[in-house]
T-cell receptor, first 114, second 111 residues
Framework: DTEVTQTPKHLVMGMTNKKSLKCEQH?????MYWYKQKAKKPPELMFV???????INESVPSRFSPECPNSSLLNLHLHALQPEDSALYLC?????????????FGEGSRLTVL | GENVEQHPSTLSVQEGDSAVIKCTYS??????FPWYKQELGKGPQLIID?????GEKKDQRIAVTLNKTAKHFSLHITETQPEDSAVYFC??????????FGKGTSLLVTP
């Protein structure tokens, strides 16, 4: 199994809503990532979890709250988002973050904030 | 920090022709150079990667070359097919989280 599974594939939310994005991998990877990708742009790193602990937060606004309940799951909690937060949110995993190994991406969750 | 420049931003080729995409990087500590293909509505998928101790790597119709002295690396796709049409991203770094992506090349292969 070399898949990173993300749900939901599409999400529309208002600025006052609270929602969550979910990500799951069963490759035994110990590093998991959230990226944000705007149209026609490369992915931008948001958060890195290493061994279930947050190791990198790229100065992301607090309206985005990551959570790693266990080594296979990664969530991104969303609250009070702005329309400019509309984007494709990609989850990725790798064996661990200190080694230059392959980064496996999920298909992404396309978020629209109204 | 690392800066990765990618050219061209768009590339159109006839089916069967070759396509070349070039990237340059700035940080001499970078030792890992992957290439990702992203089809419309999908996540990026690794198609080939190269490490700094290797000058060239080939996988069927795809090859990557690395010139560490000049700090540039290139993706070569031979005998292009319509299904090769996608956005291609190069990246450079020395650890998983420290990957820096180029801005992408939109490749169109016309029948």
């Amino acid at each position: 199994d070399t898949e990173v599974t993300q749900t939901p594939k599409h999400l529309v939310m208002g600025m006052t809503n609270k929602k969550s994005l979910k990500c799951e991998q069963h490759m035994g990877h110990r590093a998991m990532y959230w990226y944000k990708q705007k149209a026609k742009k490369p992915p931008e790193l948001m958060f890195v979890y290493s061994y279930e602990k947050l190791s990198i937060n790229e100065s992301v606004p607090s309206r985005f709250s990551p959570e790693c309940p266990n080594s296979s799951l990664l969530n991104l909690h969303l609250h009070a988002l702005q329309p400019e937060d509309s984007a494709l949110y990609l989850c990725a995993s790798s064996q661990w973050d200190r080694d230059t190994g392959e980064l496996f991406f999920g298909e992404g969750s396309r978020l629209t904030v109204l | 920090g690392e800066n990765v420049e990618q050219h061209p931003s768009t590339l159109s080729v006839q089916e069967g022709d070759s396509a070349v995409i070039k990237c340059t990087y700035s940080d001499s500590a970078s030792n890992y150079f992957p290439w990702y293909k992203q089809e419309l509505g999908k996540g990026p998928q690794l198609i080939i990667d190269i490490r700094s101790n290797v000058g060239e790597k080939k996988d069927q119709r795809i090859a990557v070359t690395l010139n560490k002295t000049a700090k540039h690396f290139s993706l070569h796709i031979t005998e292009t097919q319509p299904e090769d049409s996608a956005v291609y991203f190069c990246a450079a770094g020395n650890s998983g989280y420290a990957l820096n992506f180029g801005k992408g090349t939109s490749l169109l292969v016309t029948p």
